[in-house]
């Protein structure tokens, strides 16, 4: 692929492209053990909990991921950050819940930066939006200064509208794909023209003049491969966050749902992005074992969020029956699959205890012997022993979620309160009896609402990107 390279911002390259001796300290040489193994986290989008084989889907073929779950040890009860892409990846790299993380919700009222937004209907649009904050420890801090090679490929969703806030400017030491600064609407989002590798933009000819040539399901997987060749030799990080299935549904091959006369189109090609990607996961998978890596790589597969509302929710059961769907602290808009696969390693179980995604960094930490390295403030507790066959209580405790003032929620145990329409009373509900959230039971139980909302409180700060009124510390920006 020729290569056309722009200097964003004046920064420098990608590590990826620097000379041998620059990219060797970056970390110490070694390679991984099955004790201290290589990381590979995936990370699906807007994949809903009942999308994939393994977690009851009747319709969507899934078998590779489907045999991480077979041979490895999958949950019943995970929980994204939030219910939509920017927040919930900030919570994944931060370990904080959505009452305290730099970034709350998609979109910010105050602070951020403004910058352009293409709307589905191809208008144009002006927003602000928050950005990791060089104060952010993320994952890839810990687990770079632990030692490991650490390198994104694909979906940030963390840079706002700040070039410098790319993931090689918050802890990777590698990184191809896109930011929200790429142009939207010069770049088609599953057959891409645009590119970044580093601080540079490249172009993908193969797709030039709007060809479908090369899928960006193809083109992450590719990426992710080259940087495990590069990297077999030392423990490695990768983060490999696939954009399928978001919406716009677009891909050119949907031989695998075309007998599937009753299904419309959409529904065809939302399928197929989530089969494609299973396949492309495949392809990683057998790659990994022939470098004889498999047993010394932990592989950890999860979606960002629930399906969205452009999403055949009803027709192939995508949400699993829960309520809500994207962008509503309902279980379809929050519980996903999380599933954690290590040959001789993790065991084969199917736990239901209660995790989240700030649970990640603490737990990356301690697979890597890195937990002096974590910051403070953490939401997340080390569930490390889970994935090894052990036990640990992750039920007594709350998990909490929010967008300012507009929606949120909180789980202790078997209870849930949640709010998703602002000024609207706490609903409670049962989720061991009601996992679907059908009966709100807060007039039965009035005390347990109010303990709820006094702890919610408690675990929301005041932001300068949200600021609500009366709050002491909101700043009209920054």
């Not at 929606?407 to 049962?430: F, H, I, M, S």
């Not at 059908?438 to 949200?466: G, I, K, Q, T």
């Amino acid at each position: 692929m020729k290569k056309k390279w722009t200097r964003i911002g004046g920064a420098l390259a990608a590590i990826g492209f620097l000379p041998a001796t620059e990219a060797q300290a970056a970390g110490p040489a070694g390679q991984a053990t099955p004790d201290r193994p290589n990381i590979i986290f995936i990370l699906a989008d807007d994949l809903g909990y009942g999308d994939l084989s393994c977690y009851g889907s009747r319709f969507v073929k899934t078998p590779n991921i489907d045999r991480l779950a077979s041979t490895g040890t999958s949950f019943a009860q995970s929980y994204a950050g939030s219910g939509i892409s920017s927040p919930s990846r900030c919570s994944l790299m931060t370990g904080k819940n959505t009452g305290k993380t730099t970034i709350r919700d998609n979109q910010c009222t105050a602070g951020g930066l403004r910058g352009m937004k293409i709307t589905p209907r191809g208008d144009t649009t002006y927003i602000r939006r928050a950005n990791l904050l060089p104060t952010d420890t993320t994952i890839a801090t810990v687990l770079s200064a632990a030692g490991y090679r650490t390198c994104l490929v694909n979906k940030w969703h963390l840079d706002g509208y700040d070039p410098t806030a790319a993931p090689n400017h918050r802890g990777f030491h590698e990184f191809y794909g896109w930011t929200i600064s790429t142009v939207e609407s010069n770049s088609p989002y599953y057959y891409p023209y645009y590119r970044f590798h580093g601080d540079s933009l490249i172009h993908i000819d193969d797709n030039a003049h709007d060809a479908h040539v090369r899928h960006n399901t193809d083109i992450s997987t590719d990426d992710a491969l080259a940087f495990i060749r590069r990297n077999k030799e030392r423990p490695f990080f990768l983060y490999l966050a696939y954009d399928a299935p978001h919406e716009p549904y677009v891909i050119d091959d949907t031989s695998w749902y075309d007998d599937r006369s009753e299904w419309t189109m959409n529904t065809k090609r939302y399928a197929s992005l989530i089969t494609h990607m299973d396949a492309a996961i495949g392809r990683l998978l057998a790659a990994v074992d022939s470098m004889g890596l498999r047993e010394r790589t932990m592989v950890i597969f999860a979606s960002d969020n629930g399906a969205a509302v452009q999403a055949p929710i009803e027709e192939l059961g995508c949400n699993a029956g829960f309520n809500g769907r994207k962008g509503l602290l309902y279980e379809g808009g929050i519980r996903v699959p999380f599933i954690v696969n290590q040959p001789g390693r993790v065991p084969v179980r199917k736990l239901q205890n209660i995790i989240y995604f700030p649970d990640v960094m603490p737990t990356l930490a301690a697979l890597a012997g890195a937990e002096d390295k974590l910051p403070g403030g953490m939401d997340g507790m080390n569930i490390l022993p889970l994935f090894y066959g052990k036990q640990v209580d992750t039920d007594n405790r709350l998990l909490y979620w929010e967008f300012p003032g507009k929606q949120r929620a909180a789980r202790r145990g078997d209870w849930k309160c949640v709010t998703v329409k602002r000024g609207r009373p706490l609903e409670l509900y049962n989720l061991k009896d009601d996992p679907g959230e059908r009966r709100n039971l807060a007039a039965e139980h009035p005390e347990m609402v109010r303990e709820f909302d006094a702890e919610m409180r408690r675990m929301h700060h005041p932001s300068p990107c949200w600021p609500l009124e009366g709050e002491e510390g909101a700043q009209s920006g920054r």
